[in-house]
């Protein structure tokens, strides 16, 4: 396994356009997670999956965004409508849940989609 | 969700000296994680603490968890340039990360 892909790793658009991001996660993870972070700060939560299902959606997360696992395999985020303030890395990270062995709730991370909204 | 405060925001010292950096909430955690993200990159897993006063260490890296569970240290020994990033702690239950600390070691 070659760890967590994420493409593109760079993406440039106009505001208004809308975007999507891919995750490819290691295959044994059952969870999948994506994070927000700007210059300077940590990884802000935006949502997880458990296998296909879509477990938590963070309230600061607006109706632009989507997220989907269909196969609980890859993931996809899109964001609608883009805002220059949608400025960010996106990362992507997996984990197993509790109780599926060893190194469950250890995130591994991509190396996250460099999103620039002009 | 659990809120997690990182101090200090920056960093920037010398090679060879040593510093502690600081997690604190006002939540108690089953567990805490530490990890480290370097430019470019995304963050690694450093430690995991699990157990109230657990004292890890990783090399030149020694990991404390308080008693209460609320707070959590890293303190580096004789820095290296090679430390140099943003440390980051997490809670391991809910995944939510505090804002870091980003550390300069100068040669």
């Known amino acids: 396994d070659t760890g967590v892909s994420q493409d593109p790793r760079h993406k440039i658009t106009k505001r208004g356009q809308n975007v999507t991001f891919r995750c490819d996660p290691i295959?044994?993870?059952?969870?999948l997670y994506w994070y927000r972070q700007t210059l300077g700060q940590g990884p802000e939560f935006l949502t997880y999956?458990?296998?296909?299902?879509?477990?938590?959606k963070s309230r600061l997360l607006s109706d632009r965004f989507s997220a989907e696992r269909p196969k609980g395999s890859f993931s996809t985020l899109e964001i609608q409508r883009t805002e220059q303030g949608d400025s960010a890395m996106y990362l992507c990270?997996?984990?197993?849940?509790?109780?599926?062995?060893?190194?469950?709730?250890?995130?591994?991370f991509g190396a996250g989609s460099r999103l620039t909204v002009l | 969700t659990q809120l997690l405060e990182q101090s200090p925001q920056f960093l920037s010292i010398q090679e060879g000296e040593n510093l502690t950096v600081y997690c604190n909430s006002s939540?108690?955690?089953?567990?805490l994680q530490w990890y480290r993200q370097e430019p470019g990159e995304g963050p690694v897993l450093l430690v995991t603490?699990?157990?109230?006063?657990e004292v890890k260490k990783l090399k030149r890296l020694t990991f404390q968890f308080g008693d209460a569970r609320k707070d959590s240290s890293l303190h580096i020994t004789a820095a290296q340039t090679g430390d140099t990033g943003l440390y980051l702690c997490a809670g391991a239950q809910d995944m939510r990360f505090g804002a870091g600390t980003r550390l300069t070691v100068k040669p």
């Open positions: 990270a997996s984990s197993l849940s509790a109780g599926q062995g060893a190194g469950a709730n250890v995130l591994t």
């Open positions: 999956f458990q296998n296909e299902a879509q477990l938590e």
């Open positions: 295959s044994e993870h059952n969870r």
């Open positions: 939540s108690v955690f089953s567990s």
């Open positions: 603490v699990v157990t109230g006063g």
